[in-house]
């Protein structure tokens, strides 16, 4: 976990972790180039606690996320390793004792559910249902035998698996994905297990920022760039099936009105069963009061992820050409 300038709420932070039941663990807290007392506070904190092991990031560089993530997998001594925020919000005791159950020796990664606190605010909610929206199409695929992850956070895995591939090495200049660049080079069917036990939610208490909505749509892109041909192609036709679809049964529904309840019965039985579905995972994660925007955002997620594909693509060729 990474901390900068938090003198007011490090106590706070560390403070969760102490209350985990469960032993064997280490609480790595990289402190990134603090202007304020965090560094003292973490030193005093770590004389105290044995559990918490401290280091620091003295100056910012052009890739401070990955840097940073290198550091604490650097002088960490566990072979598994968790990667929280200093914004996650309230934390269960049972947290790492359940998501540690969780593993077997046939599993290298464990994918627990993380979002934001529900704040007041379009962008807070848009943000919500992105996060929401990628956790669905991660474990769908997960499920199907073509594993992925979107987030990096609340993702328990195997250490080696940073060190194997070399970390970060040719990764370096993707600036939204960090982690989960690494994961997805690594992960192999049945071997991750995706978990929707809402006591291993994690919920980031994150201010109402006008950008983070866009940077959630560039990082899914950019990670569904760099993943395999195999898995780019069939997300690809997943997405250009449910947008071709749609507009062949509304275009003749249009021309042939007598044959709307034939052309129809196919995508309403989709949508009830993507209801049902996004209602019990609502319900399973305690995400209360975004049922109806969470179901129309899924559905209009395909034509987001074209768009933001080829806005990315053009902004990406005029800057190679400038």
């Known amino acids: 976990m990474s901390v900068r300038n938090e003198e007011q709420n490090i106590r706070e932070i560390i403070g969760k972790f102490n209350e985990q039941h469960f032993e064997d663990y280490q609480i790595l807290v990289i402190n990134v180039h603090s202007e304020d007392n965090t560094d003292g506070i973490l030193s005093v904190l770590a004389e105290t606690n044995p559990k918490l092991k401290v280091t620091t990031l003295s100056q910012e560089t052009q890739f401070s996320e990955k840097q940073i993530i290198n550091i604490g997998l650097k002088g960490s001594s566990s072979p598994w390793i968790v990667l929280l925020t200093s914004s996650s919000g309230e934390i269960n005791p049972d947290w790492l ?117 866009v940077r959630l749509l560039k990082k899914g892109v950019q990670i569904r760039q760099s993943l395999s041909w195999s898995k780019k192609i069939s997300l690809f036709l997943d997405d250009a099936t449910k947008i071709l679809l749609a507009g062949l049964i509304t275009t003749v529904i ?3 009105p007598e044959y709307w309840i034939t052309f129809s019965a196919l995508p309403l039985i989709y949508l009830i069963l993507l209801a049902i579905i996004v209602k019990m995972l609502l319900k399973r994660l305690n995400e209360r009061k975004i049922f109806l925007s969470s179901f129309v955002y899924i559905l209009i997620k395909p034509l987001l992820n074209w768009w933001f594909f080829w806005s990315m693509y053009l902004i990406h060729r005029r800057n190679r050409w400038n």
């Open 97 to 213: 004792a359940n998501l540690n159950g969780l593993l077997t020796p046939e599993i290298d990664l464990v994918v627990a559910y993380t979002n934001i606190e529900r704040m007041k605010g379009f962008r807070n909610l848009i943000c919500r249902l992105e996060r929401f929206s990628q956790f669905v199409i991660s474990g769908a695929w997960t499920l199907a035998g073509k594993p992925f992850v979107f987030n990096e956070n609340n993702v328990l895995f195997k250490r080696t698996m940073y060190f194997d591939t070399l970390g970060f090495r040719h990764k370096m200049n993707r600036n939204f994905a960090n982690l989960e660049l690494i994961f997805n080079e690594n992960l192999k069917k049945g071997r991750v297990k995706i978990t929707t036990n809402p006591d291993l939610a994690i919920r980031e208490h994150i201010e109402d920022d006008r950008g983070d909505h």
């Open 254 to 256: 249009i021309l042939h």
